[in-house]
């Protein structure tokens, strides 16, 4: 019984240091994050090999945020100002009590925390973090709040898949990866939390392109 | 095939090490060598040639083949836990959806192997000490949560574009799966800001018990 005599494995996960590339050591928390930004840091000097997956010149969809990973880093920092604001805004609602908020809470402050990194990301590599958006959501009901974070999770994940073969710098791929998969645990947990399929796209998550992503959160960008 | 029928003649000329015969000429990188040959010679781009089928062989083609291995593995455990968790209700649905996206996964990336010319691994025998509905969720956690970090430490190293995004759409998916997997637990579905990333080897120590 190996396995039932350690610690979870995801906390063994969390311990482990250092991948071999050096490219994360996130164990979460505030703490962590300071680690993170100096573990996935190393892309600013951009020596990009030509080796290294994506890129190519095709267009992201993301240049009006920024050249290249830069642009692609404050696509993403936009989009999760949004979903920060948007879970601040059902907390503050008092539609969810108990294990409801507790979920609504947690997901808001890692919404919190990519925000902080991809902002010092942003920093890092010489960019300018893209601004807050001003935002607003319909919040009617519990259902309806549950189905739109559900929507914006699903959408959050696809579009961090999207854009995760135009990136150009390893480390900066790796910290989007690690990102992109707890939007995939987000959507799950919604999605659960609603009935419908932990897995709407069956066995392959579906990307989505930045033009369509971000006409899917235009209604609720008001500044 | 308009690549191979051009780059053939060149093809003959071109030295390549003994054990290239399982890399097909489809081989993206290599494809752009041969058509490179076809310009300005065999013998300029043999020596590139050669770098390329060694990089495709312990680069895409392995990365590959190690998640193949991790598929395999989950692959054999959702299909034996059908019989074996004891769940009912929508715990017996979820094992159902998982079983059925590590069996695709599997069979993703055993084309996709082929396609780059590669030989996919075969599938290990496991063996899973568990018994109860509880002592299968807690080994499904360690599994999926395991894949997500192989797939996050991996990925950054994909040299083609389409092989990452192959992995990083399976990723998602492993990723909803221990999310799912979590709740069934009374766990945080998300318990981290950042998914953390494991080396091959940390995973491959991980998951070795379970190897017979």
């Known amino acids: 019984m190996a396995v039932e005599s350690k610690p979870s494995a995801l906390s063994r996960v969390a311990s482990d240091p250092v991948s071999r590339r050096k490219l994360l050591a996130v164990t979460g928390g505030s ?18 090999s030509t080796m290294t997956a994506g890129g190519g010149g095709g267009a992201t969809g993301t240049e009006k945020f920024g050249k290249g990973d830069v642009g692609i880093l404050n696509y993403a920092l936009t989009l999760e100002y949004l979903e920060t604001a948007f879970y601040e805004d059902v907390v503050k609602s008092g539609l969810f009590k108990g294990s409801d908020l507790a979920t609504i809470r947690k997901f808001g402050s890692e919404e919190a925390e990519h925000v902080k990194a991809l902002t010092g990301f942003v920093k890092q590599m010489g960019g300018k ?21 559900a ?20 480390s900066t791929l790796a910290a ?18 609603l009935g419908k399929s932990i897995v709407p796209d069956g066995a392959f998550a579906k990307p989505a392109g930045a033009e369509e992503v971000l006409k899917s959160v235009e209604p609720f960008i008001v500044g | 095939m308009s ?7 060149e093809l003959a000329a071109i030295q390549i090490d003994e054990d290239s015969e399982d ?23 043999g020596p590139f040639v050669g770098r390329a089928l060694a990089m495709a062989e312990s680069g895409d083609v392995g990365i590959l083949n190690f998640a193949l291995t991790l598929e395999y593995l989950e692959s054999a455990f959702y299909e034996e836990a059908k019989s074996r968790a004891g769940a009912s209700g929508d715990l017996k649905s979820l094992i159902n959806t998982i079983a059925r996206d590590e069996e695709e996964h599997v069979g993703a990336l055993t084309e996709t192997i082929k396609k780059l010319g590669g030989k996919p691994v075969a599938e290990p025998k496991f063996d899973f000490p568990y018994s109860g509905t509880g002592g299968f969720l807690k080994l499904a956690q360690t599994f999926e949560d395991t894949g997500v970090s192989a797939y ?16 990083g759409s399976i990723v998602q998916v492993e990723a909803r799966h221990a999310a799912a ?32």
């Open chain 2, 152 to 167: 996050n430490g991996a990925a950054p190293q994909i040299k083609a574009k389409e092989v990452l995004e192959a992995a």
């Open chain 2, 181 to 212: 997997i979590a709740l069934q637990n009374g766990a945080e579905p998300a318990p981290v800001a950042f998914d953390p990333a494991l080396s091959e080897a940390k995973v491959l120590k991980a998951v070795e018990p379970f190897i017979k």
């Open chain 1, 129 to 149: 973090p893209a601004p807050k958006p001003k935002t607003e959501f319909p919040l009617k009901s519990a259902k309806s709040v549950l189905e739109l974070a």
């Open chain 1, 176 to 193: 989007a990866l690690s990102i992109h998969s707890v939007e995939g645990r987000h959507a799950a947990a919604l999605n659960t939390l």
């Open chain 2, 3 to 9: 690549d191979q029928i051009l780059a053939q003649p």
């Open chain 1, 31 to 48: 703490t962590a994050l300071a680690a993170f930004l100096a573990a996935c840091g190393s892309d600013s000097d951009s020596t990009t």
């Open chain 2, 23 to 45: 890399l097909s000429r489809s081989d993206v990188i290599l494809k752009g060598a041969l058509a490179a040959g076809a310009i300005y010679g065999a013998v300029a781009v």
């Open chain 1, 151 to 170: 929507t914006v999770e699903n959408l959050g994940a696809a579009a961090y898949l999207g854009q995760a073969p135009n990136i150009k710098g390893p």
